[in-house]
Nanobody, 121 residues
């Protein structure tokens, strides 16, 4: 599976962005897809995941602000980010795998390149 993440950019605090993760090579519908982020000088952290059945798991600090969804017909996964905060600034990457432990990066087999999200105060 080849993944490509896009949709990042510069936004003011309180604004919104929608990130997209496009898959090619294989159908994404049977994979867990996760979004991870890495802020400057920090370790990569899990943000949110969605299973093949649509179950989601989300980082507490983004609950109520971020929503993950998938469109299996388009082989896409989306991350809607609302009420963005400066601390959300990071490079966001999508990943796919067949794992039950969706919060651990090493459990994912396929990674897209990251897309930079910058939130200004």
């Amino acid at each position: 599976v080849q993944l490509q993440a896009y949709g990042g950019g510069l936004v003011q605090a309180g604004g919104s962005l929608r990130l997209s993760c496009a898959a090619s090579g294989r159908t994404l519908s049977t994979y867990v897809v996760g979004w991870f982020r890495q802020a400057p000088g920090k370790e990569r952290e899990f943000v949110v995941s969605i299973s093949s059945s649509g179950s989601t798991y989300i980082l507490d600090s983004v609950k109520g602000r971020f929503t993950i969804s998938r469109d299996n017909a388009k082989n896409m996964v989306y991350l809607q980010m609302d009420n963005l905060k400066p601390e959300d600034t990071a490079v966001y990457s999508c990943a796919a795998g067949k794992t039950l432990v969706t919060t651990r990066a090493r459990e994912y087999d396929y990674w897209g390149q990251g897309t930079l999200v910058t939130v200004s105060s």
